[in-house]
């Protein structure tokens, strides 16, 4: 190769993202397909049954979060625009926070906690109703945003450290280093449990990643103090294409560093997600799920088909995928 193609590589290089998949592209389909696992006998054999849906489309919110107006409020909630405490002082519920802040206001900032509760009911109703489309969408996408309350980084106006010269580290936290040392976390999670109080779980899940938050950021400063820029970052090939990461030997010093913070907040969604599922389905008169057996409807087959088309060509090829 002549020097000057060598120089565009390598420039072509640097200017792509710093992560070739988000969490979405990794850890949603593992907590999804994991999450299956923790589910009682009267539920498990009716979801390992489509364990591939569940798995593959867990991404589906993340595909359309630009091409879907309204959708991109439902994976986060930026506390530290409401001001201080605010963890601690704003409503629990949807129309109590609408009368305080106006449903604009809340809309710009992130919905996630009250999403997950939405989901929840919409859920139950499915369940009553016996609407495997419904079942299966709602359970899976559910995942996702349960998934996304569990991450720091989706608590924050500052998501992807653009406020304190940490560009890029919403993409470390939350897919590179799943996709490193995801091999050694320990997944083994327990049984799914009934959730008493659904709305309140969402924010205790909301509240277990904006405490870790200051680790986070603080942390990776920190580390970056101790690294040279040739040593934080290195190269490798993705997709045919050379593309600029967060170097192993940074990752693991990071790693070591949160003391296992990703491993936990993987968990704690695993168990989570496994727990909604199972509290929808009590809440709906614990149906027999071995009597669904009707396939997938042509309606829900050319959904799922369409919005992958939608993904494929759409907006988001020209963003960044580390600022989800």
């Not at 923790?38 to 589906?60: Q, S």
């Not at 989901?119 to 139950?124: E, H, I, N």
């Not at 590179?176 to 109080?197: C, H, K, T």
Request: hydrophobic share 40%; with cysteine.
């Amino acid at each position: 190769m002549a020097p000057k193609q060598k120089a565009i590589l390598l420039l072509f290089a640097l200017l792509l993202p710093l992560n070739g998949y988000t969490w979405g592209f990794f850890a949603h389909q593992r907590i999804n397909r994991l999450a299956v696992f923790a589910l009682p006998p009267d539920m498990i054999g009716f979801y390992k049954k489509h364990l591939r849906y569940i798995t593959e489309n867990a991404v589906n919110p993340d595909r359309r979060r630009y091409a879907v107006e309204g959708e991109a409020a439902r994976h986060y909630i930026d506390l530290d625009v409401y001001g201080d405490s605010a963890l601690y002082k704003m409503p629990r519920f949807w129309q109590e926070a609408v009368a305080k802040y106006s449903e604009d206001t809340l809309q710009a900032y992130g919905i996630v906690p009250w999403h997950i509760s939405l989901m929840k009911y919409q859920l139950t109703q499915a369940f009553k109703d016996r609407n495997l489309d419904r079942i299966l969408r709602l359970s899976t996408e559910m995942g996702h945003y349960v998934a996304d309350a569990c991450v720091p980084l989706h608590t924050t106006r500052n998501y992807n450290g653009q406020l304190t010269g940490q560009l890029g580290i919403h993409a470390f936290w939350e897919s590179r280093l799943p996709e490193l040392y995801a091999g050694s976390y320990d997944f083994f999670v327990g049984q799914a449990q009934y959730i008493e109080q659904p709305q309140l779980k969402a924010w205790q899940l909301v509240a277990s990643a904006h405490t870790a938050l200051d680790s986070v950021l603080y942390l990776e400063k920190q580390l970056t103090r101790e690294f040279d820029e040739e040593k934080k970052y290195s190269f490798e090939v993705r997709n045919n294409l050379t593309t600029r990461v967060y170097s192993r030997e940074f990752s693991a010093a990071y790693s070591r560093m949160l003391n296992g913070q990703v491993e936990r907040q993987m968990r704690l969604a695993i168990l989570t997600v496994a727990s909604y599922w199972y509290t929808a389905w009590v809440d709906a008169g614990q149906p027999d799920l071995s009597k669904i057996t009707q396939p997938l409807s042509a309606e829900e087959l050319q959904r799922l088909e369409m919005e992958k088309k939608d993904y494929d060509t759409g907006p988001h090829k020209a963003r960044e995928e580390g600022e989800d």
